[in-house]
């Protein structure tokens, strides 16, 4: 049974209780000095994904100086785990594999207003956040998810995004199972030069960072680390998951399929002529990935982070020691000090990082 149903489980729309029939300022205060709106996108025929314009009060008129697009952490539980903790009457369900966007509004807070611009003499921040729930979370289409509608969904987001500000930049930040969502999208999409700017595809050429926090590599990694001892048939069950959300995997694939036409090592040669890679790639070789670990993540173990990096590394510019050491290749590794999986936005650390992220991007 659990077999059968572990979407069900997995993917937990229906929590906490009463998710799905929330409203925006009757059942979630919104912070002081944002300007939130329902935003509604057509992801398939018969699904609609309903989401979050967030912006800060004074800037509503303005074009943004730069549109994050915030994939929500819906962090896949392992059935056996969740029952696990049934069993023991404790409601365990971390916020990132429930909840709804409503509940993020204090983080995107953080993001668009930190705490060094809350003056009220200080001009309003340009920065936008969208964030929108999948299907079957909050007001979005009832379908049961899958690995591959999460990705068709949040691509018809970073569209929809695209229309609205054809001219911003585009900053997609993941956590947890969102970074997940981030990284296998986009090692799936090939660039598509040539195109009009209000084309379905416009957003690839928009996009200038990604973010990735508390990424783990995949659910079956998830499971081995849930559950180490070997003896334990638990251990074993993640090669039956059917949503693997493999970011280290589609990294491989990214590169196999693209078959970049780079020297070895990462220099600057030329592409062949016709050739198209896959945004991720264009995206790592240009050094545009924030990933951020919390020190003391109690879900997603720290080292996981530190294996995506090293695998975008290792997969697009070869040997680690040849750019300058760990971390700082392809991307910008930080540990945020003392934050756990759900509380790096609360630190001082995280929101420079982020802020100063938002601004290099913007800038480029």
């Given amino acids: 049974m659990l077999f059968i149903f572990q979407r069900k489980v997995i993917y937990m729309g229906y929590a906490p209780p009463g998710a799905r029939n929330e409203q925006l300022g009757r059942d979630t205060p919104v912070p002081k000095r944002l300007h939130c709106e329902e935003i509604q996108v057509?992801?398939?025929?018969?699904?609609?994904?309903?989401?979050?314009?967030?912006?800060?009060?004074?800037?509503?008129?303005?074009?943004?100086?730069?549109?994050?697009?915030?994939?929500?952490?819906?962090?896949?539980?392992?059935?056996?785990r969740f029952f696990k903790f049934a069993i023991l009457n404790q409601f365990y369900a971390f916020e990132g594999n429930a909840g709804n966007?409503?509940?993020?509004?204090?983080?995107?807070?953080?993001?668009?207003c930190p705490s060094n611009q809350?003056?009220?003499?200080?001009?309003p921040s340009s920065t936008a956040v969208i964030a929108v729930a999948p299907r079957s979370y909050w007001k979005s289409t009832n379908r049961m998810?899958?690995?591959?509608?999460?990705?068709?969904?949040?691509?018809?987001?970073?569209?929809?995004?695209?229309k609205l500000f054809p001219?911003?930049?585009?900053?997609i930040y993941g956590h947890s199972l969102g970074a997940a969502i981030a990284t296998c999208l986009l090692s799936s999409t090939t660039l598509t030069p040539g195109h009009h700017s209000l084309d379905d595809d416009g957003w690839k050429q928009n996009l200038k960072g990604v973010v990735l926090e508390n990424p783990f590599t995949s659910v079956p990694d998830m499971v081995k680390a849930l559950y180490p001892q070997k003896w334990l048939p638990y251990h074993y069950m993640g090669r039956f998951v059917w949503d693997k959300w493999d970011a280290v995997g589609s990294l491989r694939q990214d590169y196999t399929a693209a078959?970049?036409?780079?020297?070895?090592?990462?220099?600057?040669?030329?592409?062949?002529?016709?050739?198209?890679?896959?945004v991720m790639e264009s995206i790592i070789r240009d050094r545009r990935v924030l990933v951020l670990v919390s020190e003391k993540d109690e879900v997603v173990p720290p080292e996981m982070g530190h294996q995506l990096s090293a695998a975008m590394a290792?997969?697009?510019?070869?040997?680690?020691g040849r750019e300058g050491g760990h971390g700082e290749v392809g991307c910008r590794t930080v540990i945020i000090k003392d934050a756990l999986h759900e509380n790096a936005w609360t630190q001082r650390q995280w929101i420079d990082e982020l802020t100063g992220f938002v601004e290099r991007m913007r800038l480029q």
Avoid at 118 to 123: A, E, G, I, K, R
Avoid at 145 to 162: E, F, G, K, M, N
């Fill in 42 to 80: 057509r992801s398939e025929k018969n699904v609609i994904v309903h989401g979050l314009l967030v912006r800060q009060k004074g800037a509503e008129t303005q074009l943004p100086s730069a549109v994050i697009v915030y994939f929500q952490g819906i962090l896949p539980t392992p059935p056996f």
């Fill in 101 to 112: 966007p409503l509940h993020r509004l204090p983080v995107f807070a953080s993001l668009i």
């Fill in 118 to 123: 809350l003056s009220t003499s200080s001009p």
């Fill in 145 to 162: 998810p899958t690995q591959q509608s999460l990705i068709r969904d949040y691509t018809a987001v970073l569209s929809h995004t695209h």
């Fill in 167 to 171: 001219t911003s930049p585009i900053i």
């Fill in 259 to 278: 078959t970049p036409k780079y020297p070895a090592g990462g220099g600057n040669g030329e592409k062949e002529a016709g050739y198209r890679g896959t």
């Fill in 314 to 320: 290792t997969r697009y510019f070869g040997s680690l």
